[in-house]
């Protein structure tokens, strides 16, 4: 059977799970927050990997249904994780859907979830240039009081125009300039531009996919706010979630 329609008794019979990734702050090892990275446990296929079915559910229109369900189950969690907040990964076809911010508001009234800390990822990929209304979507998003990060920072083209135009609370450098650190002379000299370049713009820095302790000394060194990555923790469903992180810097 096609995964297209698996997908909507899959969400029917709650086979989608969300694995929450620590987000630490390398001064202190505190954990700040959490990732929500989906997984399905589908009863056929076993785990299937979001990388094969969010372009699906993008391509048949489900990810809306699929963005909504993330959602409120991140309000949800929040309880679990006192003091901490909650990422979520929008995808570019949830994010233009006439239905986003109407949902975006109705999970709040529903869950009673506190904005604040809850922070919504929107890669660069759907930002355009001159668009107003991106710009005009993510005002809202603000003013309803979310966080908002541009994901996977520095692999989208004209990244630097956006940053002074659109409301970021927070830029997460892509994790393949974290991996080049160690064997490029470049990427140590372009992370630390970037982490300069947020912190001069009042925006939080987090690297992504820190997988060694020299990256992680490396970016706590050059003034990083918070590492994210295997090292310091791996997706994880909550009930398996350990007190503190994976590894201490
Ligand atoms: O967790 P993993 O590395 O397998 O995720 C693969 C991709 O799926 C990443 O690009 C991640 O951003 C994306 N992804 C994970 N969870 C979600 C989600 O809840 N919504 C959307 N839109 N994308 C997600
Ligand atoms: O596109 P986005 O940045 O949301 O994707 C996050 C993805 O990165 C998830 O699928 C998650 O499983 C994966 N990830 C998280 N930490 C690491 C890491 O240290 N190394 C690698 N290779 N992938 C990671
Ligand atoms: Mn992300
Ligand atoms: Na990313």
Redesign the pocket.
Known sequence: RALELDLAAGLERGEFQLYL?PRVEPATAAITSY?A?VRWNHPKKGMVS?GDFIPVAEASGQIIRLGEWVLAEACRLLDSVPGCSISV?VSPLQFRHADFLPNLHDVLVRTGANPARLEL?ITESVLIENDQRAVSILDEIKHMGFGIAL??FGTGYSSLSYLSRYPFDTI?ID?SFVSNLATTDNAPVIVRSIIELGAGLGMKIVA????TIEEALFLAQAGCDEL????LGR?KPLTELQRGVDNAI
């Open positions: 990734q990732e990275l979001p990964n990822e994901d996977d997460k994790r992504e996919g820190v997988e994210q990555g295997y090292l997706p």
